[in-house]
């Protein structure tokens, strides 16, 4: 079945634009996560949701991030005012989010450079 | 708060070499343990799990014990292949009895093969 996609794949932007990044996860996957993988900072949690929910947004590094997921499906990551240091790889996973079946799938992430 | 520490590479090995991955985790609580492998050009894949002390994760010719006693989880492999070319991350899941399954991972392990 299809996995995790993720749009765009890559995404160049001058800084101080905002971007959107869109997940769309594997069907009937209720849990769903965002992270970062950078140069300098490796694998890093942004943030979780469960169904359209975000109990846990603790990764997100400024207000400028945001996340929202819609219908239990899709999601979208929005920077706002982009800085250099935003410019990494950013990953979503999706999971059936029961405690007998917790596996993340990755999608193949979002490039994003901030010139 | 939970942390994983893995050796950090390079590592360059011949075909057909033994490989140890050296990995050790901090965490409060129970934690899953998982081995994550990014081949060139793709996302991030499952290799292996183990959700408990002495529990061994097996696949595609490596394994990793879930190791209590001393807090690690190596990941090994009789007999590397070309194929095998890869960044290798360790990883703990520690949902304290939630549903945030949220992933840690250390640094990364670049391994190159060579025939």
């Known amino acids: 079945g299809a996995g995790v996609s993720q749009s765009p794949s890559n995404k160049v932007t001058e800084k101080g634009k905002d971007v959107e990044l869109r997940c769309d996860p594997i069907s009937g ?9 950078s140069l300098g900072q490796g694998l890093e949690f942004l943030i979780y949701f469960q169904g359209n929910s975000a109990p846990d947004k603790s990764g997100l590094p400024s207000d400028r991030f945001s996340a929202e997921r819609t219908g239990g499906s899709v999601s979208t990551l929005t920077i706002q005012r982009t800085q250099q240091e935003d410019s990494a790889v950013y990953l979503c996973a999706s999971s059936p989010g029961r405690r007998t079946s917790y596996e993340q799938y990755f999608g193949p992430g979002t490039r994003l450079t901030v010139t | 708060g939970d942390s994983v520490t893995q050796m950090e590479g390079p590592v360059t090995l011949s ?4 490989l140890t991955i050296n990995c050790t985790y901090t965490a409060t609580g129970y934690p899953s343990l ?3 492998v990014q081949y060139p050009g793709e996302g991030l894949q499952l290799l292996l ?4 002390a002495d529990d061994k994760g097996s696949n595609k010719g490596f ?7 001393t807090t690690s989880f190596h990941l090994e492999k009789g007999s590397v292949q070309v194929s095998d070319s890869a960044v290798y991350f360790c990883a703990l899941s520690d949902s304290r009895g939630g549903s945030n399954y949220k992933l840690t991972f250390g640094k990364g392990t670049l391994l190159t093969v060579n025939p």
């Open chain 2, 49 to 52: 799990k183990a959700t408990k």
């Open chain 2, 34 to 36: 998982f081995w994550y």
């Open chain 1, 29 to 37: 996957h209720t849990a769903l996560y965002w992270y970062r993988q």
């Open chain 2, 63 to 69: 394994e990793a014990t879930y190791r209590k006693e």
């Open chain 2, 15 to 18: 075909e057909e070499a033994f």
